[in-house]
Every structure is written in structure tokens, then in C-alpha cells.
């Protein structure tokens, strides 16, 4: 499959350009440069061909974190087969762009000019002024407005060979794909992510009251029981959720064994998710690095959108590695954060990451320190490991096929039933103001997580405190490691 980059010059559009051609809103766009700082790959079809889009950050020099964009696009157009060099059509000819452009045309490769902002008839006489670069394949667009795609399209059609041709042609018509990043004012966002009465962290509810649990969670009784779907078990998207310079990125780059992923001491590196799948043992593994999260009252500009579409990849995964960093006391926000997996009901591994600059004296304490403050996530096994040098980040992907196996395992109706009659017979149901509760039997019905529901008389009587305690019983039989297990009350008959 051919790969296709798009690069160039920060806000000159190839974040738009990218969007266009994916046929939907992908890569975050805004007028401010540095938005895009990872290369974002996506598959796409160019009218009836299969091809590798790469939108890449700005090429662009200054700070630490612009050097390490820069290389980073770079490398990607180096791999690339063609290369769309893109300029703002508004101004002059740079000569840095002059430079890139004429050392790109000499690896041999498909490039082409792409001088975007050409708005109006009128804006065509500036598409003269870039004949300079000595380019034939040079074309005048506008991604805003939709004007002058189709023969850019073309172009890259024609480089692309047969043989990448897919049976079926989608013709659906593009979208129109406008730069806004104003479109929800921060008193709405915030609403999304928080109420006004929290602490100022990024708010999560991690804990519910009795009332709350019987009416609204898991074990509400207008919780309809799903027939039992056995779904992809060998795909596993992984969330790799925490705060702000705690290894993320880091870590995506040493499970991958290359650099995918922009390290950078700047806090707030990672803007948009970045999203990379592996084979390992016969699994995909999809691994996506989120944008770190930070207090709400730090939360800049284009970073609340980053916010949510980290919310959005944490609803479409599988599992979450909730990464901490073992060097640095651990906040109240990294509980907030962890309580994400929590309202998502995802297998988790926690992974203490720069373990080998923590405190050795400290070890046992911190580990403590986990189990005490994470009490929601008791399930999750934790893993010590350094994303920077490696040190047993090989051992992360075996745990991430066995939890996943935890995850989507079905455990049949005799056996759950054997647990269940057991630990009847060493507790029996409390009754519920006088009136005998009984369980006639449990079933599992749905996997990823394991659902298990609760056939009884009375599903009200089921107390919180017996579930705890079933729970902790089914965990004694049953290898739920690094899994939430959760339960549906029901009455005969109740869908």
C-alpha cells in the first residue's frame, strides 16, 4: 500500500487537507501552529485505490518539542512514496520551503506543490509566484471552501498503482471540512467533562451512594440483558490514559519498538490521540497515547478538545493502561483520571512507570500507597517498569493477552452456579423487612466485561454489601485479574 505525507510549513492546512481526504473530522485543526506535533496515519481510499495517509506536524525550529516535530515529519515523508508539500498560498515563497522542497524532489519520489488558501478567482494570480519552486505537479486549492481538490485528487490517483485498486468504489460525496476550533465555548465544554461544584480537577464520579447504585449503575433494573455476542477477541485497543509527563508517549514508543510517538519534556506534548496497531501472538494490539490530562484550571486552549477525544478513544477500547509516575508524589487528579476506566468498565493494568528513579527505600510504600488510593481498581494488577530505558516493558505485552483473556472469558452456567450454591450455604441472602430472598440461578450473558446476571425473587433485596461479597467469591474461583465483573439483578421472566 502506498504511503502518502503530507507535510509542510505549522498552519498552512494539512491537518484540513488530511480530514478531507478521510472523509471525516479526524486530526484536531486550529489556527494555532503546533497543534498537530504526531504523525496521524489513517487508511483512505482515493476514488477507487487503497493508500496510507500521514498527516505530520509542522516543520518548523525554535524549542526542543518544534526539533523533535520536525524530525519526526520528516522521517515520515522520507518513507513516504508521495510526498504533498504544502504552503500558504497567502504569502511569499519561503525560502525554508524553497530548501525542504527541492531535498525532498531529489529522494526520487512522487512530489507534488500543494498552495492552499486560494479562496477566490482573484487569489489564483499568487499561484504564479510559487512556479519557482520548479515544480510541475503544482496546484492551487482551497481545503476551506472545497476549491481545486479534484485535480490534486487526481494527481494522486494516477501515482498510485492498479494493483491497490479495491473492488468496491465508495463514492459517497466529501465533507466539507472548515477550520473551527470556537465552536463550544469553555462554559460548555466544561459542562461535558465537570460540574461547577468540583474541586477544580478534571471531575470524575468515582463513587455513588446505596440509592445511586440500585437506580442508576450496572444493576438498575431497567438494565436489559443483552443475548450473549461473542465479539473479536483477538483485536485489543488499548487506552494509555494519566496525567501530563508521566511516560506516555514514551511508553507507546517502547511497546512499538520505534519512535511513533513525540517525547518531550513540554508538558502537554501530545494533543491529539495517536493510534497504532501491532501483531503479537497472533493478536492486534491497537495502542493509542491520549493527551495527558491536568487540574481544569490549566487546561489551555486547543487542550480541551484533546480532553475529548481522549474521552471518545476511552469509550471505543477494550483496556486502559493507566500510567503513573513513580518518581513524583501521586495527586488527587491521577485518581481522577483512573476513575475514567471505572465509568467505562475497561480491563486495566496500572503501569508505575520511571521505577527505576523512584526511591528504592520507597518501593513497598508506594505500591501501598496504589492499593490504598485506587481501592476501585483492586482488580488491576500493577506493573513496575521505565518506559525510557525499557526495563520490562517486554513483560507488558504478554499481561495485556492474559488480562484481555480475563476480559473476554465466558464462564458457563453450571460452574458460576457451583460458586454460587457455595457461598449461599456459608452466607445466607439477609431478608428484605421479613420477606425470604432467594436466588434460583446465575448466568453469564455478555463478555468484555463478563456481565453475569442474577436470576432471583426479589431483585431489590440484593444488598450492595452481598454483592461485594459474591463478587469477591466469584474472584476466588475465577482468574477476573485486571477485569471488572459486574452483576444484573432480575426477576424470572424480566428481559
Given at each position: 500500500m502506498k504511503k502518502i505525507a503530507i507535510i509542510g510549513r505549522p498552519n498552512v492546512g494539512k491537518s484540513s487537507l488530511f480530514n478531507r481526504l478521510v472523509k471525516k473530522r479526524d486530526a484536531i485543526t486550529s489556527d494555532l501552529a503546533g497543534t498537530t506535533?504526531?504523525?496521524?496515519?489513517?487508511?483512505?481510499?482515493?476514488?477507487?485505490?487503497?493508500?496510507?495517509?500521514?498527516?505530520?506536524g509542522g516543520l518548523d525550529k525554535g524549542c526542543e518539542?518544534?526539533?523533535?516535530?520536525?524530525?519526526?515529519?520528516?522521517?515520515?515523508?522520507?518513507?513516504?512514496?508521495?510526498i504533498?508539500?504544502?504552503?500558504?498560498?497567502?504569502?511569499?515563497?519561503?525560502?525554508?520551503?524553497?530548501?525542504?522542497?527541492?531535498?525532498?524532489?531529489?529522494?526520487?519520489?512522487?512530489?507534488?506543490?500543494?498552495?492552499?488558501?486560494?479562496?477566490?478567482?482573484?487569489?489564483?494570480?499568487?499561484?504564479?509566484?510559487?512556479?519557482?519552486?520548479?515544480?510541475?505537479?503544482?496546484?492551487?486549492?482551497?481545503?476551506?471552501?472545497?476549491?481545486?481538490?479534484?485535480?490534486?485528487?487526481?494527481?494522486?490517483?494516477?501515482?498510485?498503482?492498479?494493483?491497490?485498486?479495491?473492488?468496491?468504489?465508495?463514492?459517497?460525496?466529501?465533507?466539507?471540512?472548515?477550520?473551527?476550533?470556537?465552536?463550544?465555548?469553555?462554559?460548555?465544554?466544561?459542562?461535558?467533562i465537570g460540574n461547577e461544584e468540583d474541586d477544580g480537577y478534571f471531575h470524575q464520579d468515582m463513587f455513588l451512594d446505596e440509592e445511586a447504585v440500585i437506580d442508576n449503575s450496572i444493576f438498575a433494573q431497567n438494565d436489559k440483558i443483552?443475548?450473549?455476542?461473542?465479539?473479536?477477541?483477538?483485536?485489543?485497543?488499548?487506552?494509555?490514559?494519566?496525567?501530563?509527563?508521566?511516560?506516555k508517549s514514551s511508553l507507546l514508543n517502547a511497546l512499538l519498538g520505534e519512535e511513533r510517538s513525540v517525547v518531550s519534556s513540554v508538558a502537554g506534548t501530545t494533543i491529539d490521540p495517536i493510534d497504532e496497531t501491532i501483531d503479537y501472538k497472533d493478536k492486534q494490539l491497537t495502542f493509542v497515547d491520549t493527551a495527558g490530562l491536568r487540574r481544569r484550571g490549566k487546561i489551555l486552549g486547543i487542550e480541551k478538545y484533546a480532553l475529548m477525544r481522549t474521552k471518545e478513544m476511552l469509550e471505543n477500547s477494550n483496556m486502559a493502561l493507566v500510567v503513573l509516575d513513580a518518581s513524583e508524589p501521586?495527586?488527587?487528579?491521577?485518581?481522577?483520571?483512573?476513575?475514567?476506566?471505572?465509568?467505562?468498565?475497561?480491563?486495566?493494568?496500572?503501569?508505575?512507570?520511571?521505577?527505576?528513579?523512584?526511591?528504592?527505600?520507597?518501593?513497598?510504600?508506594?505500591?501501598?500507597?496504589?492499593?490504598?488510593?485506587?481501592?476501585?481498581?483492586?482488580?488491576?494488577?500493577?506493573?513496575?517498569?521505565?518506559?525510557?530505558?525499557?526495563?520490562?516493558?517486554?513483560k507488558l505485552h504478554d499481561m495485556i493477552l492474559e488480562i484481555n483473556d480475563n476480559y473476554s472469558q465466558r464462564i458457563t452456567t453450571s460452574q458460576l452456579n457451583a460458586v454460587m450454591d457455595k457461598a449461599l450455604r456459608r452466607h445466607q441472602l439477609p431478608t428484605m423487612h421479613g420477606q425470604v430472598i432467594r436466588i434460583y440461578y446465575t448466568t453469564q450473558y455478555e463478555t468484555r466485561p463478563p456481565k453475569i446476571a442474577i436470576v432471583m425473587n426479589k431483585p431489590k433485596g440484593l444488598h450492595f454489601t452481598y454483592r461485594r461479597y459474591l463478587t469477591n467469591k466469584l474472584r476466588e474461583a475465577f482468574n477476573f485479574s485486571g477485569t471488572p465483573l459486574l452483576f444484573k439483578a432480575k426477576s424470572r421472566g424480566e428481559k
Amino acid at each position: 500500500m502506498k504511503k502518502i505525507a503530507i507535510i509542510g510549513r505549522p498552519n498552512v492546512g494539512k491537518s484540513s487537507l488530511f480530514n478531507r481526504l478521510v472523509k471525516k473530522r479526524d486530526a484536531i485543526t486550529s489556527d494555532l501552529a503546533g497543534t498537530t506535533r504526531d504523525v496521524k496515519r489513517r487508511e483512505v481510499t482515493i476514488n477507487n485505490k487503497r493508500a496510507l495517509l500521514l498527516d505530520t506536524g509542522g516543520l518548523d525550529k525554535g524549542c526542543e518539542l518544534f526539533d523533535k516535530i520536525k524530525e519526526m515529519s520528516l522521517k515520515a515523508a522520507y518513507k513516504a512514496d508521495i510526498i504533498l508539500y504544502m504552503v500558504d498560498g497567502k504569502g511569499l515563497p519561503e525560502d525554508e520551503d524553497k530548501k525542504l522542497f527541492y531535498e525532498l524532489q531529489t529522494l526520487g519520489k512522487d512530489v507534488a506543490l500543494v498552495v492552499n488558501k486560494i479562496d477566490n478567482d482573484k487569489m489564483k494570480e499568487k499561484l504564479w509566484e510559487f512556479y519557482e519552486f520548479g515544480c510541475d505537479a503544482i496546484f492551487g486549492i482551497s481545503v476551506a471552501h472545497n476549491r481545486g481538490t479534484v485535480d490534486l485528487i487526481d494527481w494522486v490517483y494516477k501515482q498510485i498503482p492498479d494493483e491497490d485498486i479495491i473492488k468496491e468504489n465508495n463514492d459517497e460525496e466529501m465533507e466539507i471540512i472548515e477550520p473551527e476550533i470556537d465552536e463550544m465555548n469553555d462554559e460548555d465544554f466544561f459542562r461535558e467533562i465537570g460540574n461547577e461544584e468540583d474541586d477544580g480537577y478534571f471531575h470524575q464520579d468515582m463513587f455513588l451512594d446505596e440509592e445511586a447504585v440500585i437506580d442508576n449503575s450496572i444493576f438498575a433494573q431497567n438494565d436489559k440483558i443483552k443475548e450473549f455476542n461473542e465479539e473479536d477477541v483477538n483485536h485489543i485497543k488499548i487506552a494509555i490514559i494519566g496525567r501530563t509527563n508521566v511516560g506516555k508517549s514514551s511508553l507507546l514508543n517502547a511497546l512499538l519498538g520505534e519512535e511513533r510517538s513525540v517525547v518531550s519534556s513540554v508538558a502537554g506534548t501530545t494533543i491529539d490521540p495517536i493510534d497504532e496497531t501491532i501483531d503479537y501472538k497472533d493478536k492486534q494490539l491497537t495502542f493509542v497515547d491520549t493527551a495527558g490530562l491536568r487540574r481544569r484550571g490549566k487546561i489551555l486552549g486547543i487542550e480541551k478538545y484533546a480532553l475529548m477525544r481522549t474521552k471518545e478513544m476511552l469509550e471505543n477500547s477494550n483496556m486502559a493502561l493507566v500510567v503513573l509516575d513513580a518518581s513524583e508524589p501521586f495527586l488527587d487528579l491521577d485518581e481522577k483520571i483512573a476513575g475514567l476506566v471505572d465509568e467505562n468498565r475497561l480491563a486495566c493494568i496500572i503501569v508505575l512507570n520511571k521505577w527505576d528513579i523512584a526511591d528504592r527505600e520507597q518501593h513497598d510504600k508506594i505500591i501501598l500507597e496504589i492499593r490504598d488510593r485506587f481501592k476501585f481498581l483492586a482488580y488491576a494488577p500493577i506493573i513496575t517498569l521505565s518506559a525510557k530505558s525499557h526495563q520490562r516493558v517486554d513483560k507488558l505485552h504478554d499481561m495485556i493477552l492474559e488480562i484481555n483473556d480475563n476480559y473476554s472469558q465466558r464462564i458457563t452456567t453450571s460452574q458460576l452456579n457451583a460458586v454460587m450454591d457455595k457461598a449461599l450455604r456459608r452466607h445466607q441472602l439477609p431478608t428484605m423487612h421479613g420477606q425470604v430472598i432467594r436466588i434460583y440461578y446465575t448466568t453469564q450473558y455478555e463478555t468484555r466485561p463478563p456481565k453475569i446476571a442474577i436470576v432471583m425473587n426479589k431483585p431489590k433485596g440484593l444488598h450492595f454489601t452481598y454483592r461485594r461479597y459474591l463478587t469477591n467469591k466469584l474472584r476466588e474461583a475465577f482468574n477476573f485479574s485486571g477485569t471488572p465483573l459486574l452483576f444484573k439483578a432480575k426477576s424470572r421472566g424480566e428481559k
